[in-house]
């Protein structure tokens, strides 16, 4: 995947959709934009090529190439985290990295939404899965309060990071209609 190219195609997305969101909350001031940094983080990168357990390497693909990304004003808020935060997260216990009742395979959580949802990678199969809200132990997702479950929602990254580009584009557009969630 052309990542840069996937920067350039949200940040056009951006464009078409913050002015809107903009108008609407002028009264509360001038909203900060939402945002891809384009600029990789190379101590971040050298960390992670040594780290155990060694990343996917789908993430460090997407790592060469942008720092972060923010979209606070897309649909509920969608968080692409830094390197360093998925890095700090690979052994904390209330970040899961067992989802049992979804997959056998390690996770690394590398996104968020502002409902309280994280993605994760699969380390093996690339897969992106979705984890609700819910409780995690000792690393170990543990469940959710969320109706729609947990489950993979794309195949890979890219695959991920299409469905958001689509979702982004699809929010541009006056018309909007609420079909493209992830």
């Known amino acids: 995947m052309d990542y840069l190219r996937w920067r350039d195609d949200m940040r056009r997305a ?15 001031g001038q909203l900060e934009p939402d945002t891809v940094t384009d600029e990789a983080d190379p101590v971040a990168l050298r960390k992670a090529r040594e780290a155990d357990p060694p990343l996917p390497p789908s993430l460090l693909e997407l790592y060469a190439s942008i720092r972060e990304a923010s979209f606070e004003h897309l649909h509920n808020a969608y968080f692409i985290h830094s390197l360093d935060w998925v890095l700090d997260s690979l052994h904390r216990s209330d970040i899961p990295a067992w989802a049992p009742e979804v997959t056998t395979e390690r996770l690394a959580v590398f996104a968020s939404d502002g409902g309280g949802r994280t993605f994760a990678v699969g380390y093996r199969s690339g897969t992106v899965f979705r984890l609700p809200v819910g409780g995690v132990v000792d690393q170990v997702y543990e469940g959710s309060i969320d109706a729609i479950g947990p489950g993979g929602i794309a195949k890979d990254i890219p695959d991920f990071l299409d469905r958001l580009l689509r979702i982004a584009e699809a929010f541009s557009d006056e018309d909007y209609q609420e079909h493209l969630i992830m």
């Open 14 to 28: 951006i464009d078409g959709y913050l002015p809107r969101i903009q108008a609407i909350f002028a009264r509360f």
